[in-house]
């Protein structure tokens, strides 16, 4: 994964931030100094978080999980949009539902309802509907896909958020934090970090801003996802070859200590035949109860092997 540059940043313009008499004085830490009113984001910081960030992502996409990337600025919409549907992430842009992670189960009910009016369109009865009934569905449904079309993927509570301008995100942002889900966020001099997890100080405002700092942490999940894919390779190409020789091999040892089980077994009949001649018909004597109890270790061992073999 490259390290992003300190002239990419500068270009960009992602140190420049708010007025001085809007900034947010928990965002101290993170501010380099003030030039004509306006404060400047520390680019060296600026970079040890995106790496920090990245890595993170990165981590969440090897494990199969998803990041649900919220901005519903209008200069972030379709730069989102664009990057982070690439790499197969679901995603908010329009408006941000409200309780999407708190009551979820409701909206995943209006997303499959999306499928069930797709699947009344293709059936024989949407042509016995009038004019009107048809017109108000279809428009219901492109409702549903503006507002959830790019979260249909998402069929559980997302492993962590980024989101553009905490400020303006402040729903989701909340919500996430009652659920304890890590939180990414761009946040610019006025707003407040606090109760976010990944913190990237950066101008939220400009869209080369966004877009590097979008593309660098879409890059990161590719590259998990890719890591992802190369290990489910390795483990099945691992699984296959010793399994089919431990299963042949397997096969033969149970058959050889079933063959051996069936002789000690007819050679102990006979031996107990004789003894019980012999004897006076004591079926309470203590060799036979050992030799009782040897024979139902030996059945349970062959059981559990055969078990194995199935």
């Not at 249909?152 to 402040?170: G, H, M, N, Q, S």
């Not at 079926?283 to 109890?293: A, G």
Request: a negative charge; hydrophobic letters at 40%.
């Amino acid at each position: 994964m490259p390290r992003t540059e300190f002239k990419q940043l500068l270009d960009a313009g992602v140190h420049f931030g708010h007025l001085k008499r809007k900034w947010n004085p928990a965002m101290a830490p993170y501010i380099f100094m003030e030039k004509n009113g306006i404060h400047i984001i520390d680019l060296q910081k600026t970079i040890v978080k995106i790496d920090e960030a990245a890595e993170a992502l990165k981590q969440i996409s090897r494990s199969g999980r998803k990041v649900l990337f919220v901005a519903t600025k209008k200069q972030a919409k379709s730069i989102v949009a664009e990057k982070v549907s690439a790499v197969n992430m679901p995603y908010v842009a329009e408006r941000w539902p409200g309780g999407m992670l708190t009551n979820f189960p409701t909206i995943r009910k209006a997303v499959k309802k999306m499928s069930s009016i797709d699947k009344m369109i293709k059936d024989a009865a949407w042509d016995n509907l009038s004019k009107r009934e048809k017109l108000q569905i279809t428009r219901q449904r492109a409702k549903l896909e503006k507002v959830l079309g790019s979260i249909v993927d998402l069929t559980r509570l997302p492993a962590a958020l980024f989101i553009v301008d905490v400020l303006k995100e402040k729903i989701a942002v909340r919500e996430a934090q009652r659920l304890s889900i890590p939180i990414f966020a761009m946040v610019d001099t006025n707003s407040n970090p606090e109760g976010i997890d990944f913190i990237i100080p950066s101008n939220d405002d400009a869209s080369q801003s966004i877009e590097l700092i979008i593309t660098t942490m879409c890059d990161a999940i590719k590259d998990g996802l890719s890591d992802r894919k190369v290990e489910r390779e390795k483990d099945e190409t691992a699984d296959e070859k010793p399994f089919t020789l431990k299963k042949t091999g397997r096969k033969a040892v149970v058959k050889i200590i079933v063959e051996d089980d069936i002789e000690e077994t007819e050679e102990a009949e006979e031996i107990d035949e004789k003894e019980e001649l012999s004897d006076d018909k004591t079926s309470d004597s203590p060799v036979e109860e050992d030799l009782l109890d040897e024979d139902v270790i030996d059945e349970d061992i062959l059981d559990e092997d055969v078990i194995d073999v199935k």
